[in-house]
């Protein structure tokens, strides 16, 4: 009987623990779809500039 309330103790202490973990790691996967749900918050990066440097570099790649 001891044992048996020992191991109960122990496992309602380590509850709250695994719970908030699994809030944590939660959180993000149920927080995607109301994103996408609202379309009127997509966040966009500014247009980057054309440079040449990709060119650049796959020529002087090639010869090296």
Do not use: Y
């Not at 149920?30 to 997509?42: D, I, Y």
């Not at 500014?46 to 020529?59: M, S």
Request: avoid cysteine; aromatic fraction near 2%; charge should be positive.
């Amino acid at each position: 009987m001891d044992r048996i309330a020992a191991n109960t103790l122990k496992t309602l202490r380590l509850l709250p623990r695994a719970a908030l973990i699994l809030m944590l790691l939660a959180a993000p996967v149920l927080a995607v779809p109301m994103m996408r749900a609202n379309t009127g918050s997509t966040i966009e990066a500014p247009a980057l500039k054309q440079t040449g440097v990709g060119f650049v570099l796959l020529v002087s790649l090639q010869r090296g």
